[in-house]
């Protein structure tokens, strides 16, 4: 199994569960929050079930990203992942905006909720559950490297920690009735914050970002097992398209060296690279300076 398989597998594993476990806790918070009139925990509900929608989007994120090039796209299909976070960040941010009317309408109304037994053992629940979820989406995005699988853990670890603050609210609110209104509000300001990391991320990688260090550092060892020479890999671009990368860089080599010779070296680098690293380089060959 390749490693676009693989990536494919975990996320679809990881939207599945999430799916599933996320309407049980919708179902679980939204009786709850009826039960008790707590807008807080109702609006807290329909965010665990925007959750099923953005792993609904992971799913198909990935298997539009593992789509293998065609004529139309030659670099695959992989950026679709990217627009998958993207709606994802949206969603988020569609939900806050919920949040933040609801419990000021709650708040101009002076309504309070009637909190009980019920409401600590379902907010508890979801906490622990989401945070389960939360680490395995974590986990699942750093073998993949899949940014809608980041930002759906983050989905999840936002709806973690809105059920903790609500229950703090739940353990104080019996002294004041706008507590309430008042969680449902920040709340909704985690969750903008939440969707605007993941929208900067997404859209940063869709502009192309500058290779950091560690990719440096792993050209030059794959320039090390290929020739003994110093090739000073320089003026280095990469171009991500999801699972798909490719890379553009320069290398120098002594003037001495036949057109054949420079052509073999940079072939055995291109396939070096292609091997450790999975990505599809193009190598510029320049002639050695003198200093």
Known sequence: MNSVQKNKRLAYNEGILSIVTNILLFV???????????????????HTLSDSLSSLVVIVGA??????????????HGRA???????????????????????????????????????????????IVKEVLAQYAFWAARKSGSSSLRADAYH????????????????????????????GIIVAFMILYAAYEILSE???????????????????????????????????????????????CHIYLPKT????QAHDLSDKLETQIRLDLEIVATIHVEPLPTF
């Not at 060296?257 to 054949?260: G, S």
Request: charged share 20%.
């Open 28 to 46: 679980l918070k939204y009786w709850a929050g009826i039960v008790t009139g707590s807008v807080a925990i109702v609006a807290d509900a329909w």
């Open 63 to 76: 298997k539009i990203a593992s789509k293998p090039p065609d004529k139309e796209h030659p670099f695959g």
């Open 81 to 127: 992942e990217l627009v998958a976070s993207i709606l994802i960040a949206a969603l988020l941010g569609f939900v806050a905006y919920e949040f933040i009317s609801d419990s000021i309408a709650k708040l101009n109304n002076h309504k309070e909720a009637v909190f009980g037994t019920l409401a600590i053992s379902v907010t508890v629940a979801s906490i």
């Open 156 to 183: 999840h670890r936002t709806d973690a920690i809105s059920s903790v603050i609500i229950l703090v609210g739940i353990l104080i609110g019996r002294y004041y009735w706008w507590v309430d209104g008042v969680l």
């Open 202 to 248: 997404s859209i940063s990688r869709l502009l192309g970002e500058a290779p950091d260090a560690k990719l440096i550092s792993s050209l030059n060892e794959c320039a090390d097992k290929v020739s003994n020479l110093d090739l000073q890999i320089h003026h280095v671009h990469v171009h991500s398209y999801g699972y798909h990368k490719e890379l553009t």
């Open 257 to 260: 060296m036949t057109v054949e």
